[in-house]
């Protein structure tokens, strides 16, 4: 089975501050990490992932994460954060074999900016 | 650019009857759709998978009695929402991709209210 945990239903703090939004995963195998945003009533967008290689990966709007093998963590980093990047978070997995092409997501994390 | 339709936005159905969505690639010929529901507070569950050369997969707790899907190309999907009662409600997400190394590009849902 494949579980994503984001410990955080909510986490607020000011602009210009550093933003990191806590996601841990279980899965038996090496699994492909994801986050998506959601902005209010919008669907969502894809910010990074996670496949193999370099565990630092950037993505957009001057995001990134950091997979952590040991402690089976995918935590996603801003600095300095800004007003605008208020929404909700999702950490996904993707599994692989008969889990291939399956997205499970955490129950997500809502972020406040405060301006 | 890589896009995907959902339609409609926005729909409302009285309990016990039947809501059909549609959902359309645009831009790129999809290997595998993906459907989501998003219930209030809740996260995105996975509905089922349906990948090309492969029989649509449904995930514990769906069914195809329940959520028919109709995938008869790469590119368009639907599903019907039978006899929907208010725990139905929620958004509706289609994902689509091209291949196991791209990323699931999302519709922004279909939005369905049960009264």
């Known amino acids: 089975a494949q579980s994503v945990d984001q410990p955080d239903a909510h986490v607020t703090l000011s602009e210009g501050a550093s933003l990191e939004l806590r996601c841990s995963y279980s899965y038996s195998a090496a699994p492909y990490l994801f986050w998506y945003v959601q902005y209010p009533g919008q669907s969502l967008q894809f910010l990074l992932k996670y496949i193999t290689g370099d565990t630092v990966v950037k993505g957009t709007k001057g995001f990134e994460a950091e997979f952590r093998k040991s402690n089976s963590s995918f935590n996603l980093k801003k600095s300095p954060a800004h007003w605008s990047d208020s929404a909700k978070y999702f950490c996904?997995?993707?599994?692989?074999?008969?889990?291939?092409?399956?997205?499970?997501f955490g129950h997500g994390t809502i972020l406040r900016v405060h301006p | 650019g890589a896009l995907v339709y959902q339609y409609p936005r926005r729909t409302i159905c009285k309990s016990g009857t039947s809501m059909r969505m549609e959902c359309q690639a645009v831009g790129f010929q999809a290997t595998s759709v993906a459907w989501y529901r998003q219930s209030p507070q809740k996260t995105f569950e996975l509905i089922a998978l349906?990948?090309?050369?492969?029989?649509?997969?449904?995930e514990q707790n769906f069914t195809q009695e329940k959520f028919p899907i109709s995938h008869p190309n790469l590119s368009f999907s639907s599903m019907t929402v039978l006899n929907a009662y208010l725990e139905d409600r929620g958004l509706y997400l289609c994902g689509a991709r091209t291949g196991r190394n791209s990323d699931y590009t999302f519709g922004s849902g279909t939005r369905l209210l049960v009264i």
């Open positions: 349906s990948t090309v050369n492969s029989a649509i997969k449904y």
């Open positions: 996904a997995l993707e599994g692989t074999g008969a889990n291939t092409g399956k997205l499970t």
